[in-house]
């Protein structure tokens, strides 16, 4: 039920990530170019090459251990400003998705999804946290609009742009995660500098790419961000929301597949919530696969102490086993259709 992050091009076997993985005990990982507390590059890939082999050794770290291949490997591989492959290292420039939007073809979008699939699957990943469906409501929006993250304003232009990236993508055997339910686009902050509440200008129609995406089935999940509206669950942002994830998510927009959080270490959620609670209010919403990408902290043993954190909420009774069981069952869907 974990996805965390990691420092190192390599994969040393002493180190705590890899001993996670050889026990077992990891979902996933998520790879990045930068290191968001020193601000520097080469956090994880340095060059094609390196990439490959990093992503092999993980592998086979997984192969080794008591549940076989089953490490899912991701990125956030959306265009432009949000590409973890990029010159820098390497890889071929890839256009944002506020321009692929603003252009308007699909036949682009399909050519530049396909790219990026085969780019990444190159490179030993399999999961890409794309697309962004949310609506680019708010353009000054620093963690949307800004960035140019957002297809477009008109839910209909997202839908069709989206549904052209997952059927490419998907197709070719990335598993992509539509992000961030149930809309941040309105948003006149980010989760990433604290709690960011749109209360005030959330409306409906932000479910609507969402509403329409999942019932095709394309997505292999959904990321819940950590955004709070109260006219959905007052106190709580969307990560850590029973009537947001099991109510409105799964009950009224039947989504019974792969639920994944927003980094749990973002400042949105620290400021407001403990680390203990935090892994329990996820767990109670019906979030699947806990995202720690460890840049806003860096924690080395992040996987032992959430580890931890869930045995303790089992042992005393605030998490049942069967709760867990669910999670894991959908994880071990996807991991399904892993090649």
Known sequence: MLMVGFRGTELDPATPIARAIAAGELGGVILFDRDGLTGTTGRNITSPDQLVALTSALRDTALAGPTGPELLIAVDQEGGQVARLNQSNGYPAMVSQADLGAADDLDRTTDVATLTAITLLGAGIDVNLAPVVDLNLNPSNPAIGALDRSFSADPDVVVAQATALLEAQQGAGIHCVVKHFPGEGSATGSTDDGVVDVTTTWTDVELDPFRALLATRLPAGVMVGHIRNDRLDPGRPASLSVPTVTGLLRGDLGWDRL?????????????????????ALAIEAGVDLLLFANQQVYDEAIVEHVIGTVVGLVEAGRIRETRLDESVARIEALFATVE
């Open 259 to 279: 639920v994944v959080s927003d980094d749990l270490q973002a400042p949105a959620i620290t400021r407001a919530f403990g680390p203990d609670e935090a892994v």
